[in-house]
């Protein structure tokens, strides 16, 4: 491979943390990776994770030993702030102080959340919901510096972050815009209704979110192609070029001068045809890379 190429190149995958977290830093390692994307406890609970400084010192080590500085954590798929329930409102923002917490433990940089639903109560008290929440939830960790990523959404049901005007108005809403920004997920936005597969309609995409969001907002990129036309509305991912967005957009993005800096992480199937996809998917998008 060439090194050159690699370090020129923000690319990595999302790598499971069951074996330690700073296991997860060392896998990546092996794929190439000089950026990766981590859960730091189970996505899938409500029960919290305390780190031991054990834990914290073996993910400094990891950390120092790869040369890999740019980890990124995504939040419990459970949160939503954007939700009319007090009682999981409640949960939902107490478990997000929990995950920016570790980040800060952890000295993160970035932390995805998926902005929430409204519940069938409403775009706009959704949104009010979910900006309220992050300034209480900020203003009882002043002093980290996580910056928290709204995460593109692909509109299923009743959920918030399908259009960049919902994006943009939510982050007008937070008081401190150092600790706010957006990840842009290509299978999201593509189901939402965002055309990025040809030269012409990646650029129109990518000026509207400009102009919308800007730019100096996006801090991380989702990279994955969809299982469902465009507009669909259905999150589904699939592996690179081989969904309804193509390689074209992907090869757009690797060479986008505009989005060099951006990390970009792959969160597509793990497996294809009993083989491990991470490494068919990273290698395919090295290749798109122009010298």
């Known amino acids: 491979m060439d090194t050159s190429l690699q370090h020129s190149l923000l690319l990595g995958a999302h790598f499971s943390i069951a074996k330690g977290l700073h296991k997860a830093i060392l896998e990546a390692e092996t794929y190439g990776c000089n950026t990766l994307q981590i859960f730091t406890k189970n996505a899938n609970t409500w029960k919290e994770r305390t780190l031991s400084e054990n834990q914290i010192q073996d993910f400094f080590q990891a950390r120092k030993n790869t040369g890999i500085h740019h980890i990124i954590s995504h939040t419990s798929y459970l949160i939503n702030l954007a939700g009319p329930d007090i009682k999981k409102a409640k949960m939902s923002c107490e478990a997000l102080k929990q995950e920016i917490l570790r980040c800060g433990q952890l000295e993160l940089p970035y932390l995805v959340l998926h902005p929430g639903s409204h519940m069938g109560d409403g775009e706009t008290k959704g949104i009010n919901r979910i900006a309220d929440n992050i300034n209480e939830i900020f203003a009882a960790t002043d002093g980290l510096t996580t910056r928290l990523l709204l995460e593109t959404t692909a509109g299923q049901g009743t959920s918030i972050g399908h259009t960049f005007d919902q994006l ?124």
């Open 168 to 291: 943009a108005a939510i982050i007008e809403k937070v008081h401190n815009k150092s600790r706010i920004g957006v990840c842009l997920d290509t299978c999201h936005i593509f189901a939402a209704g965002y055309d990025i597969s040809n030269k012409k309609a990646y650029e129109n995409t990518i000026n509207e979110f400009n102009t919308i969001v800007g730019l100096k907002n996006l801090f991380v990129i989702h990279l994955n192609d969809t299982k469902k036309a465009r507009g669909t509305r259905v999150d589904r991912h699939e592996h690179i070029g081989d969904g309804f967005i193509g390689l074209d957009a992907f090869r757009l993005i690797i060479n986008d001068t505009r989005l060099e800096k951006i990390p970009k992480i792959l969160e597509t199937p793990k497996l294809k045809d009993g083989v491990d996809a991470d490494i068919i998917n990273l290698e395919l998008l090295r290749k798109l890379k122009l010298r």
